[in-house]
C-alpha cells in the first residue's frame, strides 16, 4: 500500500479489526519512511454491480461517488465525515441486499434523499435539487413545502445588539 502522503511503499499493519457491518476489515496502517498513519479496508471482490443512469447507459457502481455527492450537499454543514460515510456504507448494504448486478440510479438517489431528510434539511433540498434537476422555482418550492408545514422546531430569538456590541434595554 502506498502511502497518501510520502507515496512510499512501505508500511506497516498497526492494527487490524472487522468493520461496524463485518463485510470489510479496516487495518491502521504506519508508514515506515514518514511515521504518519492512515485507515484502509479491505472488502471481499464481488461481481461488479453497474449503475443505470437517467440516459440508460449503464456504469460501474463507485461508492466513492455517492459519498462525494453527500459531501458536497452537506457543505458548510455541522455534519461530521464519519456520519456521511456511515450513510454511504448504509446506502451501499441496502444496494448490494436489493439488486444483483445492475441498480437503477433513482434508487441510490432516493436513498441519499431520504438519509439526509432525517439528517439535515438544508443538506437534503441541495442534494434534492441537483437530483431532481429543478426547473424553475415552483419545483423547488414544491419540494420545501411539506417540510414547512410538517412543524418546523422554531430557533430562540438572537439577542438585539445596539452599537458598539451593548444590548439593547
Do not use: H
Not at 500500500?1 to 498497526?14: L, N, Y
Not at 455517492?66 to 448504509?90: H, M, Q, S, Y
Not at 431532481?132 to 415552483?138: A, S, V, Y
Amino acid at each position: 500500500m502506498r502511502c497518501p502522503f510520502c507515496k512510499i511503499d512501505d508500511d506497516r499493519v498497526v492494527d487490524s479489526r472487522a468493520s461496524g457491518d463485518g463485510f470489510a476489515i479496516r487495518r491502521r496502517r504506519e508508514c515506515t519512511q514518514c511515521g504518519r498513519r492512515y485507515t484502509t479496508y479491505e472488502r471481499i471482490e464481488e461481481s461488479p454491480l453497474r449503475v443505470i443512469k437517467k440516459d440508460e447507459t449503464r456504469e460501474p457502481f463507485d461508492r466513492r461517488k455517492v459519498l462525494l455527492g453527500l459531501v458536497k450537499a452537506c457543505e458548510k454543514r455541522p455534519i461530521p465525515i464519519a456520519r456521511l460515510e456511515a450513510i454511504t456504507e448504509f446506502i451501499e448494504n441496502k444496494i448490494l441486499e436489493e439488486y444483483e448486478s445492475e441498480v437503477p440510479v433513482t434508487y441510490i438517489g432516493e436513498l441519499a434523499m431520504g438519509e439526509l431528510k432525517k439528517l439535515d434539511q438544508v443538506s437534503y433540498v441541495r442534494f434534492a435539487s441537483v437530483y431532481r434537476d429543478f426547473q424553475d422555482i415552483t419545483e423547488f418550492v414544491d419540494e420545501v413545502k411539506p417540510m414547512l408545514s410538517s412543524g418546523r422546531r422554531k430557533r430562540p430569538a438572537r439577542p438585539q445588539k445596539g452599537r458598539k456590541g451593548q444590548k439593547r434595554s
